[in-house]
């Protein structure tokens, strides 16, 4: 079974651009979420999608925004990119996502940001 | 004060030594608790999960978990260089709040 893919593996964008990143989930899984990883903070968890809606978010502003298709592909979304926004964004697949997030979750490779 | 907190490292160890790893917590809410590990330049796999107090272990993997001191611990016994990883402690509660520790960076010296 292929695992979760995300694409591009490796962005360079300038401050004021925007960006869509991309995660095709493991065949079946239906919740996808997606986390924003630095040295400093760690993992953060960004939002959550299932059934093409999206039913958790974190704490992250309104320039980070995210979709989910039929398929249960997702992409997310940075507009006006900041230096700060520089980080690995990882995107994770479960079958459902419910059980207070029980289920195990299958993280992709990211992808690397780089905000210049 | 974070809710869970998880010294960054890095730690380095000799090969075949005995690795403690830990996390603190601050929310009583949680009720589950994972580690995951992650290679350099890949993304997190779940490496054991735990419900309950305890130990639970899994081959050279062991994982305590205290929830009257909110402590949470990982044991790896016979380090090999093939652990050198960066571990996450990962916690949830009943609802879908999961929380990500910030990774101990581990290297096994050969």
């Known amino acids: 079974k292929a695992g979760v893919t995300q694409t591009p593996r490796y962005l360079i964008k300038t401050r004021g651009q925007q960006v869509t990143l991309s995660c095709s989930p493991i065949?079946?899984?239906?919740?996808v979420s997606w986390y924003q990883q630095t040295p400093g903070q760690g993992l953060q968890f960004l939002f959550e999608?299932?059934?093409?809606?999206?039913?958790n978010k974190g704490n992250f502003p309104g320039r980070f925004s995210g979709r989910q298709f039929s398929n249960s592909r997702s992409e997310m979304n940075v507009s006006t990119l900041e230096l700060g926004d520089s980080a690995l964004y990882l995107c994770?697949?479960?079958?459902?996502?419910?059980?207070?997030?029980?289920?195990?979750?299958?993280f992709g490779p990211g992808t690397r940001l780089l905000v210049l | 004060q974070k809710e869970v907190e998880q010294d960054p490292g890095p730690l380095s160890v000799p090969e075949g030594a005995i690795v403690s790893l830990n996390c603190t917590y601050s929310?009583?809410?949680?009720?589950?608790f994972m580690w995951y590990r992650q290679y350099s330049r890949k993304g997190p796999e779940l490496l054991m999960y735990?419900?309950?107090?305890g130990n639970k272990e899994d081959g050279r993997f062991t994982a305590q978990v205290d929830k009257s001191s909110k402590y949470i611990s990982l044991f790896i016994r016979d380090s090999q260089p093939s652990d050198s990883a960066t571990y996450l402690c990962?916690?949830?509660?009943?609802?879908?709040?999961?929380?990500f520790g910030a990774g101990t960076r581990l290297f096994v010296k050969a």
């Open positions: 990962v916690l949830g509660t009943g609802g879908f709040k999961t929380i």
């Open positions: 929310n009583s809410a949680f009720q589950y």
């Open positions: 994770a697949s479960s079958l459902t996502g419910l059980a207070g997030g029980v289920e195990t979750q299958y």
């Open positions: 065949s079946g899984h239906r919740s």
């Open positions: 999608y299932f059934s093409e809606t999206q039913r």
């Open positions: 735990t419900y309950s107090s």
